[in-house]
């Protein structure tokens, strides 16, 4: 059986200096799933992604992303890797000298060794898949409201077709409504096209409505990990922090009425309540 685990960290040891990032840091990511990574400010969330995207090296430890171990990688065999993952950076990471259609075609320019009107078409229909009008395509990305720009370095990071996502606050800065648009957006990417998808985020309505498993980190290493109903009833201090606040309880309850809207009035229950009978 092919092994189900695309991101596979062992006793991962991070250090600037004097100070320790991670300490044996363990974490296993599964094919397939809406993962996130959450903890406070220093917990070492983005530290992490960028030693997973091969950016930087941890001191020790291992990382295998998609069964291929990052220590001493070659450099053909990390440009190899990078096509088949793609990455969404926080604040896009566009480049303001080109249109959003040449942004997403770049990828492709680089990497392939397709015509200029195949690399347009296929970047045309990447930022359909991202939400956005074909119109958008021929703006620059200063044009943008926050939420096309979103979208538009997503489209960029699916270019390549790739196995698997990063995407590093996708929803910061958005408002309610553009944010729930980029939650359907991660949800229908995975099913559609059976992704796995890694994220960092402190947006906690999005935590409830998308992942499949959340890792809280601090004090170097992961404190809890499983979905977020089973984290909200675990004790330790960093998880408690996520649900104990306004926020925290606001979204919950929130992730609950969509799982369990109310009843009618004057009706009786619905299917969601309805005892389940022997046919």
Not at 8 to 32: C, I, K, S
Not at 82 to 105: A, C, D, H, K, P
Not at 143 to 153: E, F, P, V
Request: aromatic content about 4%; overall charge negative; proline content about 6%.
């Amino acid at each position: 059986m092919a092994n189900d685990n695309v991101i596979e960290l062992n006793q991962v040891a991070t250090r600037f200096g004097d100070h320790v990032v991670h300490a044996g840091l363990d974490l296993v990511v599964n094919r397939g799933e809406i993962f996130a990574l959450v903890g406070g400010s220093g917990s070492g969330k983005s530290t992490l992604l960028r030693e997973m995207i091969l950016l930087q090296q941890p001191d020790s430890g291992s990382i295998r992303i998609l069964g291929v171990d990052l220590r001493d990688i070659a450099a053909a065999d990390a440009m190899a890797l990078r096509r088949r993952w793609g990455v969404m950076f926080q604040q896009g990471g566009l480049f303001g000298s080109l249109t959003v259609l040449e942004n997403v075609g770049m990828p492709l320019r680089e990497h392939t060794g397709l015509d200029d009107r195949s690399i347009d078409e296929i970047a045309a229909w990447k930022l359909a898949l991202a939400g956005l009008k074909p119109e958008v395509g021929a703006q620059y990305p200063a044009q943008l409201s926050g939420g096309m720009m979103k979208r538009a370095s997503l489209a960029r990071a699916l270019a390549l077709d790739p196995e698997l996502l990063f995407l590093d606050e996708p929803t910061a800065g958005l408002d309610p409504d553009s944010a729930g648009e980029v939650d359907q957006l991660v949800r229908d990417l995975r099913d559609k096209f059976g992704l796995t998808i890694v994220m960092i985020t402190h947006d906690l309505d999005l935590l409830w409505q998308v992942t499949d498993r959340v890792a809280v980190l601090a004090v170097g290493k992961v404190q809890g990990i499983g979905a977020m109903a089973e984290l909200a009833v675990m004790s330790h201090p960093a998880i408690r922090k996520f649900f104990d606040g306004p926020r925290g309880r606001a979204a919950e309850a929130q992730a609950d009425t969509a799982s369990h809207p109310p009843l009618p009035k004057g009706g009786s229950p619905g299917p969601w309540r309805q005892p389940i009978t022997n046919p």
